[in-house]
């Protein structure tokens, strides 16, 4: 069965302290690897697709790596305004079947 | 170019009721999925449509029902409505042009099942 563990569950930043967040996947086929971000009462916001092993994206503080089991976030010198649960997700089988990881509550005190 | 819209924002029901969720994709867009979000569950996929017709669909009781119509539009149906059915529900929407596609969130419709 297809599954997507993210770590930590949560995170504690002070502004300006560089650090990863984690995205582990067991899927039979992988065929895209998602990040998204959710703030409080909204739909999650798409961030990165990575689509195989050794790609990198980046966007402003975020850069998202991918290797064969596993994709990082590393967000470089957070803001508060970076506070957010960040979302990971993947799709390995059926037409837009996005099978998500439970999130990284992400908190960037000033 | 406008988002995701779903409506309502907000609905509070009774067990046994049924609800109708709404949501319309971006221009052009021709997928739509929904998804169900709990904070014990998290986000879990119900059903996605192309072409007015479901492609996929997720591990949910046939309580759980949708459509698209012509224009791409999506509306989801929870008949019989529990408690466990309170939660935020997702409507995504993509191109469907291509074997693997982002898709873009709305804000989502807030259930309570008293």
């Known amino acids: 069965e297809d599954q997507v563990t993210q770590s930590p569950e949560a995170l504690r930043l002070q502004e300006g302290e560089s650090s990863s967040l984690n995205c582990s996947y067991t899927?039979?086929?992988?065929?895209?690897l998602f990040w998204y971000r959710q703030d409080p009462g909204k739909g999650p916001e798409f961030l990165f697709t990575?689509?195989?092993a050794g790609e990198e994206k980046e966007k402003e503080r975020l850069k998202a790596t991918l290797t064969k089991k596993e994709s990082f976030l590393h967000i470089t010198a957070p803001k508060p305004e970076d506070s957010a649960t960040y979302l990971c997700?993947?799709?390995?089988?059926?037409?837009?079947?996005?099978?998500f990881g439970a999130g990284t509550r992400l908190a960037v005190h000033p | 170019k406008a988002g995701v819209t779903q409506t309502p924002r907000y609905l509070i029901k009774t067990r046994g009721q049924q609800v109708t969720l709404s949501c319309s994709p971006i221009?052009?867009?021709?997928?739509v999925s929904w998804y169900q979000q709990t904070p014990g569950q998290g986000l879990q996929f119900l059903f996605e449509?192309?072409?007015?017709?479901?492609?996929n669909k997720g591990n949910f009781p046939g309580r759980f029902s949708g459509r698209q119509f012509s224009n791409s539009r999506s509306e989801m149906n929870v008949s019989t409505l529990e408690l466990g059915d309170s939660a935020l529900y997702l409507c995504?929407?993509?191109?469907?042009?291509?074997?693997?596609?982002?898709?873009?969130f709305g804000p989502g419709t807030r259930l309570l099942v008293l």
């Open positions: 449509y192309f072409s007015e017709t479901q492609r």
């Open positions: 995504a929407s993509s191109w469907a042009q291509g074997a693997v596609e982002t898709q873009y």
């Open positions: 997700a993947v799709v390995s089988g059926g037409y837009n079947k996005l099978i």
């Open positions: 221009s052009g867009h021709r997928s």
């Open positions: 899927v039979s086929g992988l065929r895209g």
């Open positions: 990575l689509y195989s």
